[in-house]
Nanobody, 117 residues
């Protein structure tokens, strides 16, 4: 089992910044992918960004150039730096850990990000 604890959400004005953190604990396997997804009311959960254990990143087109994903493998923690936030970024942000050995996904509880106009 893997446990994920997210932090860093909140309320910010348009154009502002927030940094999300997600710490993983438990049965961590070194070969993994961690990432952030978000879900706005009435919408499906969507990819925001992912990063592999080796540092390869992938971003949704809507956040490219504004969001940066990074990780600290020693701390099993992934970060999402969000700059120039827009009202359409408002959503619950979820952290995901994928164990590539067994192809199993774990999700965090989610953290609310609200961007006011």
């Amino acid at each position: 089992q893997v446990q994920l604890v997210e932090s860093g959400g909140g309320l910010v004005q348009a154009g502002g910044s927030l940094r999300l953190s997600c710490a993983a604990s438990g049965s961590i396997f070194s070969i993994n992918v961690m990432g952030w997804y978000r879900q706005a009311p009435g919408n499906e959960r969507e990819l925001v960004a992912t990063i592999t254990h080796a540092g390869t990143t992938n971003y949704a087109d809507s956040v490219k150039g504004r969001f940066t994903i990074s990780r600290d493998n020693g701390k099993n923690t992934v970060y999402l730096q969000m700059n120039n936030l827009k009202p359409e970024d408002t959503a619950v942000y979820y952290c995901k850990y994928r164990d590539l050995r067994v192809r199993r996904d774990y999700w965090g509880q989610g953290t609310q990000v609200t961007v006011s106009s």
